[in-house]
Nanobody
């Protein structure tokens, strides 16, 4: 199983970016998908999660600015980031709680991370 994240980059404060993360491999089902981020010198923190039925959860710091969306047919989760602030600068990681074919357990998989830099 592989989670491939993309879409990071450099943007000015107030701008927008859209991150994508596609899960591939021997996947039977995906439950929760999400995004976390880790800023320099800080702990990794939750940004947003979304269930298979599109129930969403956001960190307070991004509420109203970020939107998490998923395409179940493509095993892909997106993070639309608007009104970006310098404090949003971080490496963003996607996650998927998924079950592989032949397994009876869900396991959390992580993507490789994509860097988002917001300049002031």
């Amino acid at each position: 199983v592989q989670l491939q994240a993309s879409g990071g980059g450099l943007v000015q404060a107030g701008g927008s970016l859209r991150l994508s993360c596609a899960a591939s491999g021997n996947i039977a089902s995906i439950n929760v998908m999400g995004w976390y981020r880790q800023a320099p010198g800080k702990q990794r923190e939750l940004v947003a999660t979304i269930t298979r039925g599109s129930i969403t959860n956001y960190a307070y710091s991004v509420m109203g600015r970020f939107a998490i969306i998923r395409d179940n047919a493509k095993n892909t989760v997106y993070l639309q980031m608007n009104s970006l602030k310098p404090e949003d600068t971080a490496v963003y990681y996607c996650t998927a709680d998924l079950r592989q074919v032949g397994s009876i357990f869900d396991r959390t998989h992580w993507g490789q991370g994509t860097l988002v830099t917001v300049s002031s």
